[in-house]
C-alpha cells in the first residue's frame, strides 16, 4: 500500500516563499520518481516538477524554472518543492505523486494534496 502525505502549505504573501514536503511509505523509495502537480479552482490539474528515483534528473514546467527547485532524501522517504516569488495565480492545491518506475513517466499515486494560498 502506498501512502503520500503532504505538508507545508499555507498562506503567503505574493513574491514569498514555501517549502512543501510529501512523505511516502509502502515499497522501496528510492526506486521511484517522485512528481508534485497543481490545481486551481476551475482548472485542469497541471504538471509542477519532477525527480527521478536518484535525485540525478528534474523536470520543470516552462514557468517553474528558475522559481521552484525539487528535492529528495531517500533516507527520509521524503520529497521536497521549494517555492520561491510566488505569485497569486500560483494558488492552487499541490499533489504529491509517485511514478511507476525510477524514472519520471505518469503519476501512478496520488497524495490527498495540501493547499497553498498566495495574496496578492
Known amino acids: 500500500q502506498v501512502q503520500l502525505v503532504e505538508s507545508g502549505g499555507g498562506l503567503v504573501q505574493a513574491g514569498g516563499s514555501l517549502r512543501l514536503s510529501c512523505a511516502a511509505s509502502?515499497?522501496?523509495?528510492?526506486?521511484?520518481?517522485m512528481g508534485w502537480f497543481r490545481q486551481a479552482p476551475g482548472k485542469e490539474r497541471e504538471f509542477v516538477s519532477a525527480i527521478s528515483g536518484n535525485g540525478g534528473k528534474t523536470y520543470y514546467a516552462d514557468s517553474m524554472k528558475g522559481r521552484f527547485t525539487i528535492s529528495r532524501d531517500n533516507a527520509k522517504n521524503t520529497v521536497y518543492l521549494q517555492m520561491n516569488s510566488l505569485k497569486a495565480e500560483e494558488t492552487a492545491v499541490y499533489y504529491c505523486?509517485?511514478?511507476?518506475?525510477?524514472?519520471?513517466?505518469?503519476?501512478?499515486?496520488w497524495g490527498q494534496g495540501t493547499q497553498v494560498t498566495v495574496s496578492s
Open positions: 509502502g515499497r522501496i523509495f528510492r526506486n521511484y520518481a
Open positions: 505523486a509517485r511514478s511507476s518506475g525510477g524514472d519520471w513517466d505518469r503519476p501512478e499515486y
